[in-house]
Nanobody, 123 residues
Framework: VQLQASGGGLVQTGGSLRLSCAAS????????MGWFRQAPGKEREFVAT????????YYTESVKGRFIISRDNAKDTAYLQMNNLEPEDTAVYYC?????????????????WGQGTLVTVSS
């Protein structure tokens, strides 16, 4: 395993969680990083991406203003701060390392994937 996602759990509507994505066995400091999610019965969808140095970020519309993606290259870790969570945010969240330094919203532009962490938001 080269990417380890953690921090998921059960939270009530309006609550917050912070997901972490730690790299092991190799560094992804030169790669863009991304977070995706997959709800039951649905396809994996893009959530957020960040460039290699944190200078560029991009979010899917539904999480703008609520989620914040960040990274700490000294720790080889990326984060997803999720605030004001809604039941529609319930999914398995995956982190991934992009092929490019800028990151991407496209699933096929990611080479390495973490194992996923489950986020459940109760109403």
């Amino acid at each position: 395993v080269q990417l380890q996602a953690s921090g998921g759990g059960l939270v009530q509507t309006g609550g917050s969680l912070r997901l972490s994505c730690a790299a092991s066995r190799r560094t992804f400091r030169n790669n863009g990083m991304g977070w995706f999610r997959q709800a039951p019965g649905k396809e994996r969808e893009f959530v957020a991406t960040i460039s290699w140095n944190g200078g560029g970020t991009y979010y899917t519309e539904s999480v703008k203003g609520r989620f914040i993606i960040s990274r700490d290259n000294a720790k080889d870790t990326a984060y997803l701060q999720m605030n004001n969570l809604e039941p529609e945010d319930t999914a398995v969240y995956y982190c991934a390392a992009a092929r490019s330094a800028s990151g991407s919203s496209r699933v096929d532009q990611y080479q390495y994937w973490g194992q996923g962490t489950l986020v459940t938001v109760s109403s």
